[in-house]
């Protein structure tokens, strides 16, 4: 069952609504624990070796391009879906636990669909399966919802549905928010609140976890960011220091035909892609990359830029199906870009 998404949610623990310190409640101060995780559907291994620790209190996004592995890495966290190997711990227990004790609340992007009731009873159900649950007027307005309350749940917009969903995780008080993308069918206004509400819940000493494409809303909005590239961790501190790291120069320029094979080895250089027929070449010293490139003749149309948070992203990252046209020689040591969180 996914969690803090229907009706029918699991009864929850006991807790007090007040602002809670975030060391105690998961005994060592540890809310999630993965230890040498993997998993695989047949042959695709989705997750491969994840090895994480969230401590109580944080919030922690989890960054990766589709198909990289996050939704099945919160599957598992959620204890929806079993690890091949490896151990996942909520809260020093098994996930089931953690999740049956009202412990977690989940929005994740095939939340089921919503029958017909207003927001407010279907909030105010969710909330009565759990012994101390959230006041179901405080998730309505933690949720931006306060206005539809008395809305059909059916009659709302995408985005008005997904507020419901994000309130119905609330609903039960949970230690621990899991968030798969939940801002995705969200406009700008509504993104605001949303990540406005979020953080008011953070506050309280309550650990999130959420997942992203966007690097920029993971520095936004996140104490920690986690970066997934096919089933690994490659990257795990602050915005700021993965931006740091990462970051380095953009050099572009026109390839008129030049060979692409010589491009990984000039001097800085960690990526090489192609679009059409420009090369951009992210390096960490733009300096030696220019003498290279212009004792090779490749000038024409040069431009170098500092490299934006999604080039840190992408430096990071691999993308999908990478073809001969586009190769990513990506060199970075991952294990560097860790830093203790
Ligand atoms: N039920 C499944 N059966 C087979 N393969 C699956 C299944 N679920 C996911 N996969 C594969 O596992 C890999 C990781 O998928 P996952 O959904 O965890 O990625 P993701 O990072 O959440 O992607 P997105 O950002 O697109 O939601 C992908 O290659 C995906 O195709």
Do not use: C
């Amino acid at each position: 069952m996914t969690p803090g998404t229907t009706p029918e949610t699991t009864p929850g623990r006991a807790r007090q609504t007040a602002q809670v310190s975030p060391v105690g409640r998961g005994g060592d101060g540890t809310a999630v624990a993965f230890s040498g995780v993997t998993r695989s559907y047949g042959a695709v291994r989705a997750v491969d070796g994840i090895d994480l620790r969230i401590a109580a209190g944080e919030t922690v996004a989890l960054l990766g391009r589709n198909g990289a592995g996050k939704s099945t890495t919160l599957n598992m966290l959620l204890g929806l879906l079993p690890p091949s190997s490896g151990t996942v711990r909520l809260f020093g227990g098994e996930p089931e636990t953690a999740v049956r004790a009202g412990r977690v609340g989940a929005m994740l992007q095939d939340g089921k669909a919503i029958p017909r009731v207003t927001v407010r009873e279907l909030v105010g159900f969710v909330a009565a399966t759990y012994p101390r649950p959230m006041d179901v007027a405080e998730a309505l307005e933690l949720a931006g919802l306060a206005e539809f309350a008395g809305r059909r749940v059916d009659r709302l917009s995408g985005g008005q549905a997904q507020r419901v969903r994000f309130a119905v995780a609330l609903a039960g008080n949970p230690d621990l928010l899991v968030l798969d993308e939940p801002t995705a069918a969200l406009d700008v206004e509504a993104r605001r609140t949303f990540w406005r509400a979020m953080r008011a819940y953070a506050r309280r000493g309550n650990t999130i976890v959420f997942s992203t494409h966007y690097l920029e809303e993971a520095d936004d909005h996140a104490d920690r960011i986690v970066v997934i590239d096919r089933g690994r961790v490659v990257a795990d501190g602050s915005g700021e220091a993965i931006k740091r790291r990462a970051g380095g120069s953009l050099v572009s320029f026109d390839l008129a035909g030049a060979p692409t094979a010589p491009l990984s080895t000039l001097p800085g250089v960690h990526s090489v892609e192609v679009r059409g027929d420009r090369a951009l070449l992210r390096t960490a010293d733009s300096d030696a990359t220019v003498l290279a490139l212009a004792g090779l003749g490749l000038v024409r149309g040069l431009e170098v830029t500092a490299a934006s948070l999604e080039d840190a992203f992408l430096t990071l990252t691999s993308p999908d199906g990478a073809n001969a046209d586009a190769p990513n020689h990506d060199a970075p040591n991952h294990d560097a870009l860790k830093e203790t969180a």
